[in-house]
């Protein structure tokens, strides 16, 4: 990745509790991390990833510690919003509203950040050709040769593993549980992991604490956006839209006019009448 070695030694942290935020559920870091994003975008991307919880992240001091000026940085960062890797916003904490600048290593969509700003957080922002699951799995050959499983048995028993992660257990937790006290020899590897990753399943995690409220913002203009009004950060008006404009209330009478009204209708009634 170009510029992917720029270095993040004495880089400024912000004030205490403001800075850089990392979104929750991150996978661990790897050679293929914002390939999908343009160089430069890939080079900050990967900068910022690199920096520490709390770290000052904004234009002015990123451009003191990159080689790019405060307009180039300003529109990378808006790349790197728009491709799912940043969020702008607020989160009221102690009684009062803080600054926040979330990031995440994994692209993730508009849905995703709407679920993170209710506090209901999917655990995966995307589906990778190999999934966590799945690189553990393939990986139990190496730690026990008896265990060795093919690719369509990890492709078979990586939803079992993913329901492991969702209840908190990491990969050392789960290698100690399959390949703990084996059996000698070990006829079907598939199924004795299968067996294991059912009979061993770990109970459901405590309920944490709810998420504190929080507000993401435009990323150009700043106004506040619930749910999905904002779509890959921007607000209606800032991606050209224009609102929808009321309709017209049916005109109605004034006064005068509907006792004018009534009284000629009740003169032709009456006309029939005789």
Same mark, same amino acid.
């Given at each position: 990745m170009a510029d992917a070695n720029l270095s993040d030694a004495a880089h400024p942290m912000a004030n205490p509790g403001y800075g850089k935020r990392t979104a929750p559920y991150q996978e661990p870091r790897g050679p293929r991390d914002f390939a999908h994003l343009p160089a430069r975008e890939a080079a900050v991307a990967a900068y910022v990833d690199r920096l520490p919880e709390g770290s000052d992240i904004s234009v002015?001091? @990123?451009?003191?510690? =990159?080689?790019?000026?405060?307009? #180039? %940085?300003?529109? /990378?960062?808006?790349?790197?919003?728009?491709?799912?890797?940043?969020?702008?916003?607020?989160?009221?904490?102690?009684g009062k509203w803080i600054t926040r600048t979330w990031f995440s290593r994994a692209p993730r969509d508009s849905a995703w950040w709407a679920a993170f700003q209710q506090g209901d957080v999917p655990r995966e922002?995307?589906?990778?050709?190999?999934s966590r699951a799945?690189? @553990?799995?393939?990986? =139990?050959?190496?730690?026990?040769? #008896? %265990?060795?499983? /093919?690719?369509a048995e990890c492709r078979s028993l990586a939803p079992l593993v993913e329901e492991w992660f969702a209840r908190d257990s990491d990969e050392t937790y789960i290698l100690r549980a399959l390949t703990s006290g084996l059996?000698?020899?070990?006829?079907?590897?598939?199924?004795?992991?299968?067996?294991?990753?059912?009979?061993?399943?770990?109970?459901?995690?405590?309920?944490?604490?709810?998420?504190?409220?929080?507000?993401?913002?435009?990323?150009k203009c700043g106004a506040p956006g619930y749910t999905d009004a904002l779509h890959d950060g921007?607000?209606?008006?800032?991606?050209?839209?224009?609102?929808?404009?009321?309709?017209?209330?049916?005109?109605?009478l004034s006064d005068p006019r509907v006792r004018v009204r009534a009284a000629e209708i009740r003169e032709r009634m009456a006309a029939r009448r005789g």
């Open positions: 002015k001091t @990123l451009a003191k510690h =990159l080689p790019y000026g405060q307009c #180039a %940085l300003r529109t /990378s960062l808006d790349r790197i919003q728009h491709a799912g890797h940043l969020r702008r916003g607020r989160e009221h904490l102690d922002a995307t589906r990778r050709t190999r799945y690189i @553990l799995l393939a990986a =139990l050959g190496r730690e026990n040769s #008896a %265990l060795s499983l /093919s690719h059996p000698q020899p070990v006829h079907h590897p598939a199924g004795l992991v299968r067996r294991r990753l059912t009979d061993k399943l770990p109970p459901l995690p405590l309920r944490r604490e709810p998420a504190p409220p929080r507000i993401l913002e435009c990323g921007d607000c209606a008006p800032c991606r050209g839209e224009r609102p929808a404009l009321p309709r017209p209330r049916p005109a109605t």
